[in-house]
Protein backbone atom coordinates (compact mmCIF):
# COMPACT_ATOMS: atom_id res chain seq x y z
CA UNK A 1 0.00 0.00 0.00
CA UNK A 2 1.25 3.60 -1.23
CA UNK A 3 2.12 5.60 2.43
CA UNK A 4 4.05 8.13 0.57
CA UNK A 5 3.19 11.78 1.13
CA UNK A 6 1.66 13.62 -1.37
CA UNK A 7 0.55 17.17 -1.61
CA UNK A 8 -1.43 18.37 -4.49
CA UNK A 9 -0.72 22.47 -4.68
CA UNK A 10 -3.89 24.72 -5.71
CA UNK A 11 -4.31 28.25 -6.47
CA UNK A 12 -4.61 30.98 -9.11
CA UNK A 13 -1.44 32.26 -11.32
CA UNK A 14 1.17 33.64 -9.37
CA UNK A 15 -0.02 32.73 -6.21
CA UNK A 16 3.36 30.94 -5.40
CA UNK A 17 2.26 27.19 -6.68
CA UNK A 18 5.63 26.62 -8.61
CA UNK A 19 7.82 28.66 -6.27
CA UNK A 20 6.38 26.18 -3.18
CA UNK A 21 6.71 23.18 -5.08
CA UNK A 22 10.16 23.83 -6.31
CA UNK A 23 11.64 24.43 -3.00
CA UNK A 24 9.53 21.58 -1.68
CA UNK A 25 11.77 19.66 -4.44
CA UNK A 26 15.28 21.40 -3.25
CA UNK A 27 14.86 21.65 0.14
CA UNK A 28 13.13 18.46 1.48
CA UNK A 29 13.90 15.96 -1.56
CA UNK A 30 9.90 16.57 -2.86
CA UNK A 31 9.41 14.92 -6.53
CA UNK A 32 7.32 17.09 -8.52
CA UNK A 33 4.24 16.31 -11.12
CA UNK A 34 3.87 19.52 -13.40
CA UNK A 35 0.72 19.78 -15.14
CA UNK A 36 2.30 20.92 -18.15
CA UNK A 37 4.13 17.72 -18.77
CA UNK A 38 0.77 16.73 -20.19
CA UNK A 39 1.69 18.09 -23.21
CA UNK A 40 3.37 14.77 -24.51
CA UNK A 41 0.15 13.90 -26.31
CA UNK A 42 -0.33 15.57 -29.64
CA UNK A 43 -3.77 14.66 -30.27
CA UNK A 44 -4.67 15.61 -26.67
CA UNK A 45 -3.24 18.82 -27.21
CA UNK A 46 -5.05 19.85 -30.34
CA UNK A 47 -8.10 18.72 -28.25
CA UNK A 48 -7.57 21.00 -25.77
CA UNK A 49 -6.72 24.07 -28.08
CA UNK A 50 -9.69 24.00 -29.51
CA UNK A 51 -12.09 26.63 -28.27
CA UNK A 52 -15.22 26.07 -26.41
CA UNK A 53 -17.36 23.29 -27.91
CA UNK A 54 -19.60 21.12 -26.03
CA UNK A 55 -17.02 18.30 -25.74
CA UNK A 56 -15.39 20.77 -22.88
CA UNK A 57 -16.50 18.17 -20.21
CA UNK A 58 -14.78 15.49 -21.70
CA UNK A 59 -11.43 18.30 -22.38
CA UNK A 60 -11.70 18.72 -18.89
CA UNK A 61 -12.35 15.11 -17.81
CA UNK A 62 -8.83 14.20 -19.56
CA UNK A 63 -7.04 16.77 -18.01
CA UNK A 64 -7.97 15.40 -14.55
CA UNK A 65 -7.50 12.19 -15.44
CA UNK A 66 -3.87 12.62 -17.04
CA UNK A 67 -2.87 14.33 -13.38
CA UNK A 68 -4.10 11.58 -11.37
CA UNK A 69 -1.97 9.08 -14.37
CA UNK A 70 0.89 10.97 -13.95
CA UNK A 71 1.10 10.63 -10.89
CA UNK A 72 0.69 7.27 -10.21
CA UNK A 73 3.29 6.79 -12.85
CA UNK A 74 6.14 8.51 -10.79
CA UNK A 75 4.56 6.65 -7.39
CA UNK A 76 5.53 3.32 -9.49
CA UNK A 77 8.78 4.66 -11.14
CA UNK A 78 9.89 5.96 -7.83
CA UNK A 79 10.30 2.57 -5.30
CA UNK A 80 11.72 4.81 -2.36
CA UNK A 81 8.93 6.49 -1.13
CA UNK A 82 10.21 9.57 -1.50
CA UNK A 83 7.11 12.56 -0.77
CA UNK A 84 5.57 14.05 -3.72
CA UNK A 85 4.28 17.62 -4.55
CA UNK A 86 1.88 17.86 -7.98
CA UNK A 87 1.86 21.54 -9.11
CA UNK A 88 -0.97 21.91 -10.02
CA UNK A 89 -4.91 20.91 -9.26
CA UNK A 90 -6.96 23.43 -10.67
CA UNK A 91 -10.41 21.94 -9.43
CA UNK A 92 -11.84 20.41 -6.29
CA UNK A 93 -13.23 17.27 -8.87
CA UNK A 94 -9.46 17.07 -9.64
CA UNK A 95 -8.37 17.04 -5.80
CA UNK A 96 -11.12 14.34 -4.54
CA UNK A 97 -9.96 12.42 -7.67
CA UNK A 98 -6.83 12.12 -5.84
CA UNK A 99 -7.94 11.60 -1.67
CA UNK A 100 -9.68 8.75 -3.03
CA UNK A 101 -6.70 7.44 -4.38
CA UNK A 102 -4.32 8.35 -2.36
CA UNK A 103 -6.71 8.65 0.92
CA UNK A 104 -4.92 10.25 4.49
CA UNK A 105 -1.50 10.11 2.41
CA UNK A 106 -3.28 13.64 0.82
CA UNK A 107 -2.46 16.84 1.94
CA UNK A 108 -4.05 19.89 -0.39
CA UNK A 109 -2.28 23.18 0.01
CA UNK A 110 -4.01 26.22 -1.25
CA UNK A 111 -2.08 29.39 -1.72
CA UNK A 112 -4.22 32.48 -2.80
CA UNK A 113 -3.68 36.18 -2.68
CA UNK A 114 -5.45 39.62 -3.86
CA UNK A 115 -6.03 40.10 -7.28
CA UNK A 116 -4.18 43.52 -7.65
CA UNK A 117 -1.31 41.47 -5.87
CA UNK A 118 -1.33 38.74 -8.58
CA UNK A 119 -1.58 41.32 -11.64
CA UNK A 120 1.19 42.31 -10.05
CA UNK A 121 3.71 39.28 -9.64
CA UNK A 122 2.59 38.45 -13.67
CA UNK A 123 3.44 42.31 -14.69
CA UNK A 124 6.84 41.45 -13.52
CA UNK A 125 7.27 38.19 -14.63
CA UNK A 126 6.31 38.77 -18.23
CA UNK A 127 8.51 42.23 -18.15
CA UNK A 128 10.69 41.79 -21.62
CA UNK A 129 8.41 39.90 -22.59
CA UNK A 130 7.43 40.86 -26.68
CA UNK A 131 3.90 39.91 -27.01
CA UNK A 132 2.98 38.96 -23.16
CA UNK A 133 -0.71 37.27 -22.73
CA UNK A 134 -2.74 39.05 -20.35
CA UNK A 135 -3.16 37.55 -16.68
CA UNK A 136 -6.90 36.85 -17.65
CA UNK A 137 -5.39 34.92 -20.49
CA UNK A 138 -2.80 32.37 -18.09
CA UNK A 139 -5.21 32.13 -15.42
CA UNK A 140 -7.42 28.99 -15.45
CA UNK A 141 -8.95 29.34 -11.88
CA UNK A 142 -11.92 32.18 -12.55
CA UNK A 143 -14.50 30.44 -10.79
CA UNK A 144 -15.37 32.34 -7.84
CA UNK A 145 -17.86 28.66 -6.88
CA UNK A 146 -14.60 26.46 -7.60
CA UNK A 147 -12.42 28.90 -6.13
CA UNK A 148 -14.32 29.28 -3.23
CA UNK A 149 -14.86 25.24 -2.85
CA UNK A 150 -10.74 24.59 -3.48
CA UNK A 151 -10.44 27.08 -0.35
CA UNK A 152 -12.74 24.90 1.84
CA UNK A 153 -11.50 21.49 0.98
CA UNK A 154 -7.74 22.65 1.63
CA UNK A 155 -6.09 21.07 4.29
CA UNK A 156 -3.21 23.48 4.39
CA UNK A 157 -4.53 27.48 3.20
CA UNK A 158 -1.90 30.22 2.63
CA UNK A 159 -2.42 33.98 2.19
CA UNK A 160 0.55 34.60 0.38
CA UNK A 161 -0.07 38.52 0.09
CA UNK A 162 2.78 39.17 2.25
CA UNK A 163 4.86 35.94 1.62
CA UNK A 164 7.48 35.55 -0.73
CA UNK A 165 8.24 31.71 -1.76
CA UNK A 166 10.67 30.97 1.09
CA UNK A 167 8.21 32.45 3.55
CA UNK A 168 5.33 30.29 2.13
CA UNK A 169 7.94 27.11 1.95
CA UNK A 170 8.25 27.61 6.10
CA UNK A 171 4.73 28.32 6.59
CA UNK A 172 3.73 25.49 4.62
CA UNK A 173 6.61 22.91 5.91
CA UNK A 174 5.48 23.59 9.27
CA UNK A 175 2.30 22.68 8.49
CA UNK A 176 3.55 19.60 6.60
CA UNK A 177 5.42 18.33 10.09
CA UNK A 178 9.00 18.57 7.86
CA UNK A 179 10.96 20.79 10.17
CA UNK A 180 12.74 18.26 13.18
CA UNK A 181 11.49 18.89 16.57
CA UNK A 182 14.11 20.32 18.78
CA UNK A 183 14.35 17.31 21.43
CA UNK A 184 15.99 15.47 18.39
CA UNK A 185 19.43 15.77 20.28
CA UNK A 186 22.00 14.25 17.28
CA UNK A 187 24.78 16.51 17.73
CA UNK A 188 28.25 15.60 20.15
CA UNK A 189 30.82 18.29 20.69
CA UNK A 190 34.13 17.80 21.66
CA UNK A 191 36.05 20.53 23.36
CA UNK A 192 39.51 21.17 24.76
CA UNK A 193 39.46 21.59 28.85
CA UNK A 194 42.42 23.33 29.43
CA UNK A 195 45.03 25.43 27.02
CA UNK A 196 45.24 23.92 24.49
CA UNK A 197 47.02 21.52 22.75
CA UNK A 198 45.09 18.20 24.54
CA UNK A 199 45.35 16.24 21.66
CA UNK A 200 42.02 17.07 20.69
CA UNK A 201 42.51 16.23 16.92
CA UNK A 202 43.63 12.30 17.48
CA UNK A 203 40.08 12.00 19.65
CA UNK A 204 38.14 13.38 16.48
CA UNK A 205 40.32 11.13 14.32
CA UNK A 206 39.23 8.41 16.54
CA UNK A 207 35.71 9.07 16.67
CA UNK A 208 34.88 10.44 12.78
CA UNK A 209 34.26 6.88 11.69
CA UNK A 210 31.15 6.83 13.21
CA UNK A 211 29.07 10.03 12.34
CA UNK A 212 28.20 11.62 9.01
CA UNK A 213 28.70 15.08 9.25
CA UNK A 214 31.84 16.71 10.69
CA UNK A 215 31.81 20.37 11.55
CA UNK A 216 34.98 22.63 12.24
CA UNK A 217 34.70 26.19 14.14
CA UNK A 218 37.95 27.88 14.75
CA UNK A 219 40.23 28.89 12.51
CA UNK A 220 44.08 28.30 11.28
CA UNK A 221 45.68 29.25 14.77
CA UNK A 222 44.43 26.03 16.06
CA UNK A 223 46.34 23.23 14.50
CA UNK A 224 44.79 19.66 15.09
CA UNK A 225 48.12 16.89 14.53
CA UNK A 226 46.63 13.56 13.64
CA UNK A 227 48.27 10.03 13.56
CA UNK A 228 46.91 7.31 11.00
CA UNK A 229 48.10 4.68 9.05
CA UNK A 230 48.78 7.00 5.81
CA UNK A 231 51.13 9.45 8.09
CA UNK A 232 50.99 12.12 10.48
CA UNK A 233 48.76 15.42 9.47
CA UNK A 234 47.76 18.70 10.86
CA UNK A 235 44.50 20.41 10.30
CA UNK A 236 44.39 23.78 10.44
CA UNK A 237 40.84 24.36 8.51
CA UNK A 238 39.05 21.13 7.55
CA UNK A 239 38.17 18.87 10.90
CA UNK A 240 40.36 16.66 11.90
CA UNK A 241 40.78 13.12 10.46
CA UNK A 242 39.07 14.34 6.95
CA UNK A 243 41.42 12.34 4.56
CA UNK A 244 40.40 9.02 6.23
CA UNK A 245 37.04 9.04 6.82
CA UNK A 246 33.82 9.82 4.00
CA UNK A 247 31.71 11.89 6.55
CA UNK A 248 30.13 15.28 4.95
CA UNK A 249 32.71 18.16 6.14
CA UNK A 250 30.73 21.91 7.41
CA UNK A 251 32.98 24.75 7.81
CA UNK A 252 30.68 27.05 10.17
CA UNK A 253 30.50 30.78 9.89
CA UNK A 254 32.63 31.58 12.41
CA UNK A 255 35.12 30.69 11.07
CA UNK A 256 38.48 32.50 10.08
CA UNK A 257 39.91 31.40 6.95
CA UNK A 258 43.38 31.32 5.42
CA UNK A 259 42.47 30.78 2.04
CA UNK A 260 46.34 29.36 0.54
CA UNK A 261 46.50 27.23 3.65
CA UNK A 262 42.30 26.04 3.27
CA UNK A 263 43.14 25.52 -0.55
CA UNK A 264 46.10 22.79 0.74
CA UNK A 265 44.55 21.22 2.95
CA UNK A 266 41.93 20.27 0.45
CA UNK A 267 44.39 19.56 -2.24
CA UNK A 268 46.47 16.94 -0.15
CA UNK A 269 43.49 15.41 1.55
CA UNK A 270 41.47 14.58 -1.19
CA UNK A 271 38.74 16.61 -0.44
CA UNK A 272 35.82 15.95 -3.61
CA UNK A 273 33.70 19.26 -3.88
CA UNK A 274 30.33 17.54 -3.15
CA UNK A 275 31.92 16.56 0.29
CA UNK A 276 32.85 19.67 1.78
CA UNK A 277 30.65 22.79 2.06
CA UNK A 278 32.02 26.26 3.15
CA UNK A 279 29.68 28.77 5.07
CA UNK A 280 29.00 31.82 2.52
CA UNK A 281 29.59 34.05 5.66
CA UNK A 282 32.80 32.69 6.96
CA UNK A 283 35.80 34.96 6.82
CA UNK A 284 38.34 35.72 4.84
CA UNK A 285 41.79 36.10 6.51
CA UNK A 286 43.98 38.68 4.48
CA UNK A 287 48.05 39.48 4.87
CA UNK A 288 47.06 42.64 6.37
CA UNK A 289 45.50 40.64 9.13
CA UNK A 290 48.63 38.82 9.86
CA UNK A 291 50.73 41.81 9.26
CA UNK A 292 48.24 43.52 11.81
CA UNK A 293 48.81 40.83 14.58
CA UNK A 294 52.33 40.45 14.02
CA UNK A 295 53.57 43.92 13.63
CA UNK A 296 50.75 44.97 16.80
CA UNK A 297 53.38 42.97 19.19
CA UNK A 298 50.64 40.17 19.63
CA UNK A 299 53.55 37.71 18.94
CA UNK A 300 55.97 39.11 20.97
CA UNK A 301 53.77 39.72 24.15
CA UNK A 302 51.35 37.00 24.71
CA UNK A 303 53.41 34.53 22.22
CA UNK A 304 50.07 34.65 19.38
CA UNK A 305 50.11 32.26 16.92
CA UNK A 306 50.03 36.00 14.51
CA UNK A 307 47.94 33.83 11.86
CA UNK A 308 45.36 36.81 11.49
CA UNK A 309 42.37 35.37 12.72
CA UNK A 310 42.17 37.60 15.80
CA UNK A 311 42.63 40.76 13.32
CA UNK A 312 40.43 39.00 10.65
CA UNK A 313 37.46 38.87 13.24
CA UNK A 314 38.24 42.33 14.51
CA UNK A 315 37.86 43.75 11.39
CA UNK A 316 34.79 41.96 10.44
CA UNK A 317 33.23 44.10 13.24
CA UNK A 318 34.74 47.46 12.59
CA UNK A 319 34.39 47.08 8.81
CA UNK A 320 30.88 46.44 8.49
CA UNK A 321 29.81 48.66 5.74
CA UNK A 322 33.04 48.92 4.36
CA UNK A 323 34.88 46.10 2.13
CA UNK A 324 35.64 42.79 3.76
CA UNK A 325 36.04 39.53 2.17
CA UNK A 326 34.00 36.44 2.98
CA UNK A 327 33.98 33.35 1.93
CA UNK A 328 31.15 34.06 -0.81
CA UNK A 329 33.22 36.47 -2.27
CA UNK A 330 35.74 34.44 -3.11
CA UNK A 331 35.96 32.48 -6.25
CA UNK A 332 38.17 29.45 -5.96
CA UNK A 333 35.50 28.30 -3.20
CA UNK A 334 32.55 28.92 -5.09
CA UNK A 335 32.21 25.13 -5.72
CA UNK A 336 32.41 24.51 -1.81
CA UNK A 337 29.95 27.99 -0.79
CA UNK A 338 27.75 28.07 -3.87
CA UNK A 339 26.39 31.16 -5.23
CA UNK A 340 23.72 34.35 -4.20
CA UNK A 341 20.31 32.59 -4.36
CA UNK A 342 21.94 29.23 -4.05
CA UNK A 343 24.08 29.07 -1.21
CA UNK A 344 24.54 25.12 -0.95
CA UNK A 345 27.50 25.51 1.63
CA UNK A 346 24.80 27.56 4.29
CA UNK A 347 25.60 25.37 7.28
CA UNK A 348 22.01 25.77 8.75
CA UNK A 349 20.76 24.54 5.41
CA UNK A 350 22.92 21.46 5.88
CA UNK A 351 22.40 20.93 9.89
CA UNK A 352 18.57 21.16 8.93
CA UNK A 353 18.91 18.64 6.19
CA UNK A 354 21.24 16.51 8.59
CA UNK A 355 18.86 16.57 11.59
CA UNK A 356 15.96 15.44 9.42
CA UNK A 357 17.37 12.58 7.98
CA UNK A 358 18.54 11.30 11.53
CA UNK A 359 22.28 12.24 11.40
CA UNK A 360 24.94 12.04 13.79
CA UNK A 361 27.15 15.24 13.55
CA UNK A 362 30.44 15.57 15.69
CA UNK A 363 31.32 19.45 16.16
CA UNK A 364 35.01 19.85 16.44
CA UNK A 365 35.89 23.20 18.48
CA UNK A 366 38.78 25.39 18.80
CA UNK A 367 42.20 25.74 21.53
CA UNK A 368 41.14 25.44 25.23
CA UNK A 369 38.46 26.37 27.77
CA UNK A 370 41.06 28.61 29.39
CA UNK A 371 42.31 30.64 26.51
CA UNK A 372 38.61 31.86 26.12
CA UNK A 373 38.35 35.90 25.67
CA UNK A 374 35.68 35.60 28.31
CA UNK A 375 36.69 32.86 30.61
CA UNK A 376 40.41 32.65 30.47
CA UNK A 377 43.46 35.01 32.13
CA UNK A 378 43.18 38.13 29.98
CA UNK A 379 45.16 38.81 28.36
CA UNK A 380 46.30 35.50 27.55
CA UNK A 381 43.64 34.25 25.77
CA UNK A 382 42.78 33.25 22.45
CA UNK A 383 40.00 35.77 19.94
CA UNK A 384 36.70 33.83 20.41
CA UNK A 385 35.15 32.22 23.33
CA UNK A 386 36.63 28.34 23.30
CA UNK A 387 33.88 26.90 25.29
CA UNK A 388 30.56 24.80 24.46
CA UNK A 389 28.28 27.57 24.08
CA UNK A 390 30.86 29.72 21.73
CA UNK A 391 31.54 26.93 19.44
CA UNK A 392 27.84 26.09 18.70
CA UNK A 393 27.14 30.02 18.21
CA UNK A 394 30.18 29.78 15.39
CA UNK A 395 28.54 26.98 13.85
CA UNK A 396 24.61 27.89 14.14
CA UNK A 397 23.66 24.82 16.25
CA UNK A 398 20.81 25.28 18.82
CA UNK A 399 22.21 24.07 22.53
CA UNK A 400 18.53 21.71 22.41
CA UNK A 401 20.46 19.54 19.58
CA UNK A 402 23.72 18.36 22.28
CA UNK A 403 23.61 14.68 22.68
CA UNK A 404 27.41 14.11 24.29
CA UNK A 405 29.96 17.27 25.17
CA UNK A 406 33.32 15.42 25.82
CA UNK A 407 36.00 17.84 27.09
CA UNK A 408 39.56 16.84 26.49
CA UNK A 409 42.47 17.23 29.10
CA UNK A 410 45.73 15.86 29.38
CA UNK A 411 47.12 15.21 32.98
CA UNK A 412 49.87 17.99 32.62
CA UNK A 413 48.44 21.18 30.71
CA UNK A 414 50.66 23.29 28.39
CA UNK A 415 51.11 26.88 27.14
CA UNK A 416 52.62 27.80 24.18
CA UNK A 417 56.35 28.77 25.08
CA UNK A 418 56.72 32.59 26.35
CA UNK A 419 57.88 34.99 23.31
CA UNK A 420 61.36 35.22 22.88
CA UNK A 421 63.41 38.23 24.72
CA UNK A 422 63.84 39.31 27.99
CA UNK A 423 61.01 41.69 28.31
CA UNK A 424 59.13 39.83 30.94
CA UNK A 425 56.37 38.79 28.64
CA UNK A 426 54.90 35.65 29.11
CA UNK A 427 52.05 33.52 27.02
CA UNK A 428 50.18 33.45 30.48
CA UNK A 429 50.36 31.31 34.00
CA UNK A 430 50.68 27.99 34.70
CA UNK A 431 49.73 27.26 38.41
CA UNK A 432 52.52 24.47 38.97
CA UNK A 433 55.04 24.90 36.15
CA UNK A 434 57.29 22.85 36.05
CA UNK A 435 59.52 21.52 32.72
CA UNK A 436 59.69 18.04 30.41
CA UNK A 437 62.32 16.93 32.26
CA UNK A 438 60.75 17.04 35.29
CA UNK A 439 57.78 14.99 33.41
CA UNK A 440 60.28 12.72 32.25
CA UNK A 441 61.95 11.92 35.45
CA UNK A 442 58.34 11.40 37.09
CA UNK A 443 56.60 8.79 34.53
CA UNK A 444 59.97 7.16 33.73
CA UNK A 445 59.92 8.55 29.88
CA UNK A 446 62.95 9.95 28.05
CA UNK A 447 63.32 13.67 28.71
CA UNK A 448 64.78 14.62 25.20
CA UNK A 449 61.69 12.69 22.89
CA UNK A 450 59.31 14.45 25.25
CA UNK A 451 61.24 17.93 24.70
CA UNK A 452 61.13 17.15 21.06
CA UNK A 453 57.78 16.16 20.63
CA UNK A 454 56.25 19.15 22.62
CA UNK A 455 56.27 21.71 20.15
CA UNK A 456 53.21 23.52 19.03
CA UNK A 457 51.21 22.28 15.67
CA UNK A 458 50.79 26.17 14.12
CA UNK A 459 53.94 28.17 15.14
CA UNK A 460 56.48 24.84 16.37
CA UNK A 461 57.63 27.00 19.49
CA UNK A 462 58.29 25.24 22.51
CA UNK A 463 55.81 24.15 24.97
CA UNK A 464 55.78 24.88 28.83
CA UNK A 465 54.48 22.72 30.82
CA UNK A 466 52.85 22.47 34.36
CA UNK A 467 51.05 19.83 36.93
CA UNK A 468 47.32 19.19 36.87
CA UNK A 469 44.90 22.03 38.19
CA UNK A 470 42.38 20.88 39.68
CA UNK A 471 40.79 24.49 40.13
CA UNK A 472 40.90 25.48 36.53
CA UNK A 473 39.63 21.92 35.46
CA UNK A 474 36.58 22.27 37.74
CA UNK A 475 35.65 25.62 36.00
CA UNK A 476 36.21 24.36 32.75
CA UNK A 477 33.64 21.82 33.99
CA UNK A 478 31.12 24.98 35.20
CA UNK A 479 31.22 26.37 31.92
CA UNK A 480 31.18 22.95 29.67
CA UNK A 481 28.99 20.91 31.73
CA UNK A 482 31.06 17.57 29.95
CA UNK A 483 28.88 14.48 29.48
CA UNK A 484 31.94 12.61 28.98
CA UNK A 485 35.95 13.36 29.44
CA UNK A 486 38.83 12.52 27.51
CA UNK A 487 41.95 12.13 28.98
CA UNK A 488 45.17 11.89 26.93
CA UNK A 489 49.25 11.85 27.32
CA UNK A 490 47.89 8.95 29.85
CA UNK A 491 51.96 7.96 29.75
CA UNK A 492 53.09 11.41 30.87
CA UNK A 493 51.58 9.53 34.28
CA UNK A 494 53.27 6.72 33.68
CA UNK A 495 55.53 5.46 31.06
CA UNK A 496 54.06 1.99 31.12
CA UNK A 497 50.90 3.23 30.47
CA UNK A 498 51.71 3.59 26.73
CA UNK A 499 51.19 -0.37 26.13
CA UNK A 500 48.08 -0.70 27.87
CA UNK A 501 45.09 -1.77 25.89
CA UNK A 502 42.43 -2.14 28.28
CA UNK A 503 41.85 0.08 31.45
CA UNK A 504 42.71 -2.59 34.31
CA UNK A 505 46.24 -2.56 32.77
CA UNK A 506 46.79 0.93 33.67
CA UNK A 507 49.19 2.21 36.73
CA UNK A 508 46.66 1.92 39.74
CA UNK A 509 48.36 5.72 40.05
CA UNK A 510 46.60 6.32 37.12
CA UNK A 511 43.67 4.53 37.78
CA UNK A 512 42.82 6.81 41.34
CA UNK A 513 44.08 10.06 39.25
CA UNK A 514 40.93 8.98 36.12
CA UNK A 515 38.92 8.36 39.76
CA UNK A 516 38.81 11.60 41.00
CA UNK A 517 38.70 13.47 37.37
CA UNK A 518 35.28 11.07 37.64
CA UNK A 519 34.28 12.47 40.89
CA UNK A 520 35.44 16.55 40.28
CA UNK A 521 33.25 16.52 37.00
CA UNK A 522 30.54 14.06 37.92
CA UNK A 523 31.23 12.43 34.89
CA UNK A 524 33.02 9.42 33.38
CA UNK A 525 36.19 9.27 31.60
CA UNK A 526 34.82 7.54 28.90
CA UNK A 527 38.20 7.36 26.23
CA UNK A 528 41.93 6.63 27.62
CA UNK A 529 44.72 8.05 25.57
CA UNK A 530 47.85 6.22 26.45
CA UNK A 531 50.50 7.55 24.03
CA UNK A 532 50.75 10.03 20.90
CA UNK A 533 52.32 8.36 17.84
CA UNK A 534 54.57 10.56 15.49
CA UNK A 535 55.70 7.77 13.98
CA UNK A 536 54.05 7.17 10.19
CA UNK A 537 55.81 3.59 10.51
CA UNK A 538 54.46 2.68 13.25
CA UNK A 539 52.97 -0.76 13.32
CA UNK A 540 49.98 -0.75 15.95
CA UNK A 541 48.20 2.55 15.81
CA UNK A 542 46.01 1.78 19.29
CA UNK A 543 46.21 4.42 21.47
CA UNK A 544 42.98 4.52 23.36
CA UNK A 545 41.56 3.14 25.46
CA UNK A 546 37.33 3.11 24.76
CA UNK A 547 35.33 2.79 27.97
CA UNK A 548 32.34 4.45 26.48
CA UNK A 549 28.61 3.01 26.71
CA UNK A 550 26.98 4.94 24.05
CA UNK A 551 27.98 5.22 20.03
CA UNK A 552 27.56 7.84 17.07
CA UNK A 553 26.83 5.41 14.56
CA UNK A 554 23.31 6.61 13.34
CA UNK A 555 22.02 3.07 12.39
CA UNK A 556 22.43 1.93 16.20
CA UNK A 557 19.67 4.47 17.56
Not at 289 to 294: A, F, K, S
Not at 303 to 316: E, F, K, L, Q, V
Request: proline fraction near 4%; glycine fraction near 8%.
Amino acid sequence: METRQIVVISGKTCSGKSGLASLLEKEFGFAVVYDRRAIDDSEWRLRMAQPDIPDRRHKANDADQWMLRETQAVCEAQKDGRPLVVDHLNTLAQVLQFRQVFGANLVHVHLYASDPTLHGRYAKRMEGQAIPLSYDEVNQLKDQTEIQALKDDADVRVYTERSDSNDTLVRVAARLHLYTPPEIRCVDVLIGGQYGSEGKGNIVAYLAREYDVMIRVGGPNAGHTVASSAGPYTYHHLPSGSRDVTARLLLGPGMTIHLPGLLKEIEECGIRKDRLFIDPQATIIEEEDIGTERGGHLVSTIASTGSGSGAAAARRILSRGKEIRLARDVDELRSYVGTPGNYHGCTSDRLEEAYRSGHSILLEGTQGSGLSIFHGDYPHVTSRDTNVAGCLAEAGISPSRIRKILMVIRPMPIRVGDPDGEDGHTSGTLKHATTFDDIAAFAGLEAQVLNTAEKTSTTKRSRRVGWFEWDQFRKACALNAPTDIVLTFADYLKSSNSKARRFEQLDPDTIKFVEELERVSQAPVSLINTRFSRDADASDLRSLIDRRNWTARSDRR
